[in-house]
């Protein structure tokens, strides 16, 4: 008997035919906690949908409103394989390099003079090119200067199509990231590479460097500058046309079939040196290394 009205009372907890309740309420009392719940829920949208609404008025579709900007830019090399910073090939072995040489090839092609004639302005070398909004109205989008794939003289591959690599002369092209409204240099002195030995450690106190082992080098444009009329960067929607500058290192005669540590960075009379606890910023380090030996 107690286990009948057990059961009797669990089936009355569902539905009670009696007091006609489904889970303890009847039809109406569920009506209006959906209709609360509803109501509900439709505010707590609305209210998120004006929040998001406000804040969209006050981003700048063409540029951030707030910036988080590095002190010093990193800096990046071309071409590099499996996201590693190691050029390694051997001379005899076509294969080897030739993927270098169609790396630069696709990379540099938007630099193609007729390209940069056909999309962007050209500019007064060594001064920047500002182009500032007047109050409300915004100057967008914003022109870019032409940066010629010639001014990389032998590296811009239209004079040696395997950039010196099938004769152990490789290049090396370096860019600086691309930070918004940067005036890299200051009292028209333009920000330059250098390119050198890296310091590794060989031993728990031991360090060595390759010096004796790069050899000379040769950058493009003279003196590895950026120059000054790439600058300021608007961004990517404000400047949908911006050619980011280069500089090429060829290495005229360095050691071959052995491991070549290098280090290249960026110098400006307003750009701090980087840190040990940054090792990208302003600098970007490498291995070349040149086999001869099949």
Not at 254 to 265: A, G, H
Not at 281 to 290: D, E, P
Request: proline share 5%.
């Amino acid at each position: 008997m107690a286990n009948d009205r057990e059961k009797g009372d669990w089936k009355d907890s569902v539905w009670n035919p009696r007091t006609r309740e489904f889970l303890g309420r009847t039809a109406s009392s569920w009506g209006l906690i959906l209709l609360f719940y509803l109501v509900f829920y439709i505010f707590l949208a609305g209210l998120f949908s004006l929040t998001m609404y406000v804040m969209l008025q006050t981003l700048d579709d063409h540029k951030p409103t707030w910036q988080d900007r590095l002190s010093t830019p990193g800096m990046v090399i071309r071409p590099h394989a499996h996201e590693t910073f190691e050029i390694v090939y051997n001379i005899q072995n076509t294969e080897s390099w030739d993927m270098y040489a169609q790396a630069l090839d696709k990379f540099l092609s938007p630099y193609n003079d007729s390209i940069q004639a056909q999309k962007n302005h050209e500019c007064t070398p060594d001064q920047y090119f500002q182009q500032e909004d007047s109050g409300d109205v915004k100057n967008n989008p914003k022109r870019s200067c032409q940066f010629n794939r010639t001014i990389l003289d032998v590296c811009s591959g239209m004079q040696d199509r395997y950039y010196g690599y099938q004769e152990g002369k490789p290049c090396i092209i370096i860019k600086l990231n691309r930070v918004i409204g940067m005036l890299p240099g200051k009292n028209g002195q333009a920000p330059f590479v250098t390119c050198g030995a890296k310091k590794y450690k060989v031993g728990k106190d031991q360090w060595r460097e390759d010096t004796e082992k790069i050899g000379e080098l040769v950058y493009y444009p003279p003196n590895g500058t950026f120059n000054l009329m790439y600058y300021p960067y608007y961004g990517k929607k404000a400047q949908v046309n911006y050619s980011q500058p280069l500089v090429a290192v060829k290495f005229l005669n360095i050691t071959q079939n052995e491991d070549v540590n290098i280090e290249c960075k960026i110098h400006a009379n307003n750009i701090p040196a980087g840190t040990e606890r940054d090792k990208f910023a302003g600098k970007v380090s490498f291995k070349l290394r040149i086999n001869t030996n099949n």
